[in-house]
């Protein structure tokens, strides 16, 4: 409130005033009255500003509403609905749609929505810092999905005690499907693979066609017969109801079936080696290749969905100091910024990479690292290996992508074999 303490300041009465002063005052209030009213009315019929709060634009997807479960009977209240490769499932894509249609808050974006599982043994490790080392592991998994809003599940129990080893990752894809009906995707991670790019993601546009996604080189399965064709450490499947007799054909060939003897027989005769998940896997791509699997499978060779840790660690060092060079040039990608719009200077470096290539022999970085091979928790690495040797790549592996999500909180480590030591970042890094 102001206050006038004027001395010489007093309110003016009629009798200073003439009268047509006073007509005039009037006037002109009116006309600016009127014209108020009109402008106003005009600003709010035009899109540009009017202040309409069912708009989208530009705003993020509603929240989950993850107090609401309408007292609708879904599939979950079947008796004889299960969570187990021995309870089959019919007609759930018609399900899964039923669900989405009485929680449409998850509806937005359904399409596109990924599930990680990944998991490992529910008992203490054998090697020599291996809980370390997968506890590393699922850190760097567990930062990729915070900045790019995915969700995870770590299961560390065998879910069916018939199919132990490698093939519990079937058991625990299917229940994730079943829990999981807002996700569209679900992206099965082996403990030991590793996010060596925090920016990357999913291209899942190119995969509209496909429900079933393995990196890997097809000339290698189809040509040459050869289980080594694909890894089934990172794999991405579609939750469909193919998907969930897929599932039950390939658990078909595992220690759970009475099938498993014939196909151990037809496995080794066909690849020349063990019934494992990821020969059975090759089988199915090379079996039905032009028919009902085949054509919904991909083998992916665009990017390294699964890289083979001998063929990148080496070359990690190289591609910092080419992202580097891109950054001294690129003022934006060094710009500060908070971690949950890590995304947008993802898409900003895309121009910078067009020339990098991909996979072997490029300078853009790896999406995901495997460490096949050395086994961190039973400590049974392959013999080619040394156990040293696999814990200073695997450590060259996890520093570099640390580095990564570290930088949005002002540190990064200068020494990629050096896991404890980091160094404060400046203002406008690496100018």
Request: a neutral charge.
């Amino acid at each position: 409130m102001v206050v006038f303490s004027h001395a010489n300041w007093r309110k003016p009465t009629i009798r200073t005033l003439d009268r047509p002063s006073i007509f005039l005052a009037g006037a002109v209030t009116a006309l600016l009255f009127l014209w108020a009213f009109f402008f106003l009315s005009t600003l709010d019929s035009n899109p540009i500003f009017k202040n309409n709060n069912s708009c989208k634009c530009n705003q993020p997807d509603p929240a989950f509403d993850l107090q609401s479960d309408p007292p609708v009977t879904t599939f979950y209240d079947d008796p004889s609905f299960g969570y187990t490769i021995d309870k089959r499932i019919k007609n759930w894509d018609h399900k899964r749609k039923l669900w989405l249609d009485v929680h449409p808050s998850f509806e937005p974006k359904s399409k596109d929505r990924v599930f990680i599982v990944t998991g490992s043994k529910s008992t203490p490790c054998k090697g020599p810092a291996g809980d370390h080392y997968l506890l590393r592991f699922y850190r760097n998994k567990v930062d990729y999905c915070r900045i790019h809003g995915y969700d995870i599940f770590y299961n560390n129990v065998l879910l069916d005690p018939e199919m132990p080893s490698c093939w519990a990752k079937i058991a625990a894809v299917r229940a994730a499907m079943v829990a999981h009906p807002e996700a569209e995707w679900i992206w099965w991670l082996d403990e030991d693979a590793v996010f060596t790019d925090m920016e990357y993601k999913i291209p899942f546009h190119k995969y509209k066609d496909y429900n079933f996604v393995v990196h890997g080189w097809p000339k290698e399965v189809y040509e040459k017969k050869s289980w080594l064709g694909l890894n089934a450490g990172s794999f991405l499947i579609r939750n469909c109801q193919w998907s969930l007799d897929f599932l039950e054909s390939w658990a078909d060939m595992g220690p759970r079936s009475e099938n498993y003897e014939k196909w151990a027989g037809v496995l080794s005769n066909v690849f020349k080696h063990e019934n494992d998940d990821q020969t059975a896997l090759a089988y199915l791509l090379l079996k039905d290749h032009e028919k009902w699997y085949g054509k919904k499978m991909l083998i992916e060779t665009g990017y390294y969905l699964e890289g083979y840790w001998v063929l990148i660690v080496d070359t990690l060092k190289n591609i910092t100091e080419r992202y580097l060079e891109i950054e001294t040039r690129a003022g934006m990608l060094r710009r500060r910024h908070a971690e949950m719009v890590s995304e947008r200077y993802g898409l900003l470096r895309e121009p910078s990479l067009k020339d990098a290539g991909n996979e072997y022999g490029s300078w853009r970085r790896p999406f995901v690292t495997h460490f096949a091979g050395c086994q961190p928790c039973n400590g049974k690495h392959n013999p080619v290996f040394t156990a040293k040797g696999c814990r200073n790549a695997m450590n060259k592996a996890l520093n570099f992508a640390d580095n990564q999500v570290l930088r949005n909180y002002g540190f990064v480590h200068r020494n990629l074999s050096d896991s404890s030591v980091v160094s404060p970042l400046p203002f406008d890094y690496p100018a």
